[in-house]
Every structure is written in C-alpha cells, then in structure tokens.
C-alpha cells in the first residue's frame, strides 16, 4: 500500500486566495513526521513545513500551514493568500521511527496559481 | 548557517561509461546524508543513506553504490551507467532534531 498518497496531480488557485495540498498517510508507527516541500521548475526541493506525530497544535510557517487530522491520517498544506511564485510542484513525505530518519515522499500535485 | 552543494549540476554520459556525483555540506557535523533520484515528472526515490562515515544504507538494488569517506561527503558512483540511471539526483542531509531534510541543488543526468 502506498505510504504517502497525494490524489491531486494538478490544482489551480486564484493569485490572493487560499488552497488546500491533499496528503493521507499509512503508518502503524505511533511516532512519525510529516513534510511537506516546494519544487519550482529550478528543481530544487525547498523545505517548507514539519509536524511531529506528538504534536499537540497544527504547525504554521507564514503563509503555510498544515492542517494535520491523526484519525484520519491526513496531513493537507494550506497555502493562503497564494502568490505567482507559489507555482510549483508540491510534495508531501513522512517520515518513521526507523533507522536514518529516510523521508517517503508521494507523487506530487502541481500547483498553478493564475493571476 | 548550514549549505549543501552538489556538483556537477548537468552531465550528459553515454551508456556503460562511469558516474561520479558528489555532495558536500557545510556548516554542520555528523550529519545524517542521503541520495535521491526523481525520474522525469515522479516523485523522489531513496537511493542510499549513510550515519556516519563509511556506514552506507542501500534502499533500491540497482547498479549504482554510495561512499562516504569523510564526514560531510557523499559520493554516488557507477561503473557503468544504464540509460535507465537517467535523472534528477538531489543529496540531502538531516540532523537528528530536528528531523527536516534540506536539499542540494540536484545534478540532471543524462545517459545517452
């Protein structure tokens, strides 16, 4: 079974409005990390948000978000107030408790922001 | 502040030559260090990943080896590359705490 699904291969939003990343997860691991990370077409992986397992409140950097549901293993990014430059591909990866921290990412949505 | 670099950025090889890609971080020690490979339109697959120097995990059975020989470098190798070796090769590394990965630049390769 997938580890990581990400059911939206492409989305669009209009510039200044919010949209919200799809991610569910499987584990059976009770501690585990979810990602989230911004490709532009430059190719590089760009960092953009964590949220622990044990993680009593959402995390949030700046205009990100991820709304983070444990029951129902979903872990979406919220981008709010989107800009042109928030074009890119995004990807949501989870890491376990497992030896070397490795990340499994899923397949990605393309993220199309129209001014 | 911590920086990886990656190098080549480009390379165009032809099948059954060897490979060379190399990784370098700066700024942080013993850091945990990992290679990726993302196939045109994919998402990113786990090659190797290393803890320490000369301690190599291997994910994917493929043609393709990693070293570390010192601590803040990460070398992925070929003795002869396939056209299906053809990608995006990204390097990252990661601390213990917190647990983000940060990326390098990535090389594109392509065999020919």
């Known amino acids: 079974a997938q580890k990581i699904t990400q059911t939206q291969p492409g989305m669009f939003v209009q510039e200044k409005e919010a949209v919200t990343l799809d991610c569910t997860y499987d584990?059976?691991?009770?501690?585990?990390?979810l990602f989230w990370y911004k490709q532009p077409s430059s190719g590089e992986m760009i960092f953009l948000i964590y949220?622990?397992?044990?993680?009593?409140q959402n995390a949030t950097e700046g205009r990100y978000s991820l709304n983070f549901q444990k029951a129902r293993k979903s872990a979406n990014l919220v981008i709010s107030a989107s800009q042109l430059g928030d074009s890119a591909m995004y990807f949501c990866a989870m890491r376990e408790r497992e030896y070397g921290n490795k990340l499994v990412f899923g397949a990605g949505t393309i993220l199309r922001v129209k001014s | 502040s911590q920086t990886i670099h990656q190098w080549p950025a480009t390379l165009v090889q032809p099948v059954g030559s060897p490979l060379s890609l190399e990784c370098t971080v700066e700024?942080?020690?013993?850091?945990?260090l990992y290679w990726y490979r993302q196939a045109a339109g994919r998402g990113l697959q786990l090659l190797f990943y290393s803890i320490g120097i000369d301690q190599i995990s291997s994910e994917v059975p493929q043609n393709l080896s990693a070293s570390r020989p010192q601590d803040r470098q990460f070398i992925l190798s070929s003795k002869k590359l396939l056209l299906s070796d053809s990608g995006f090769y990204l390097c990252?590394?990661?601390?213990?705490?917190?647990?983000?990965?940060?990326f390098g630049p990535g090389t594109r390769l392509t065999v020919t």
């Open positions: 584990t059976s691991d009770p501690s585990y990390g």
């Open positions: 700024g942080t020690s013993n850091p945990n």
């Open positions: 949220q622990g397992s044990y993680d009593q």
């Open positions: 990252a590394w990661s601390s213990l705490r917190p647990y983000e990965q940060y």
